[in-house]
């Protein structure tokens, strides 16, 4: 089973509210917060949130393309942050929050560029999508107390009043795709 999983790496802002939306999707083994795309080798948190190290926040997740695709996991990328801000997401402002797509090989990188050019002529948004597709050269876990963040730390202002809006949001809009889901 292990060995026909694959890997997507995302930015889109925040990588608590990342990992909180992607973990609840069928077909998602594992989601790992972390940072790509710089030039400092295993950056902390501290230095990553200074804007000064090239890295994005983004996450990692593993998933078993037989249950869930990578178009699949664009799908929800594209409707859950906004792709047509650059290096900002609401409040979080910096490099480091930027909307990026890390591909894992040439594959990827066809249905990135593919799903960014179809979502943008969608009208989904009405500004253009300023998303980055690179490839992913190096990932660094982030520190354990970033990982599972959402669901370790309801109750914290940060979760409550940006976190849990945008996963309810996400859940009702993606019920259907959820581990979780309601049989209807």
Known sequence: MAD????????????WCTEAVFQSLKGVHQVVSGYAGGFVDNPTY???CMG??????VTQITFDPETISFEDLLYVFWRTH???????????????YRSVIFYHDDEQK???EKSKKETDAS?????PIVTEISPLTKFYEAEGYHQDYFNRN????????????????????????????IPG
């Open 82 to 96: 906004d792709p047509t801000t650059l290096n900002q997401q609401g409040a979080d402002v910096g490099p480091q």
């Open 52 to 57: 000064t190290t090239g890295h994005a926040e």
């Open 4 to 15: 026909k999983l694959k890997k997507a790496t995302f930015g889109s802002g925040c990588f």
């Open 154 to 181: 309801p109750n914290q202002t940060y979760c409550r009043v940006v976190i849990d809006p945008k996963v309810r949001k996400f859940r009702k809009e993606f019920q259907d795709s959820l581990k979780d889901a």
């Open 110 to 112: 066809a249905i990135a």
């Open 46 to 48: 501290q230095q990553v």
């Open 123 to 127: 009208n989904l948004w009405r500004d």
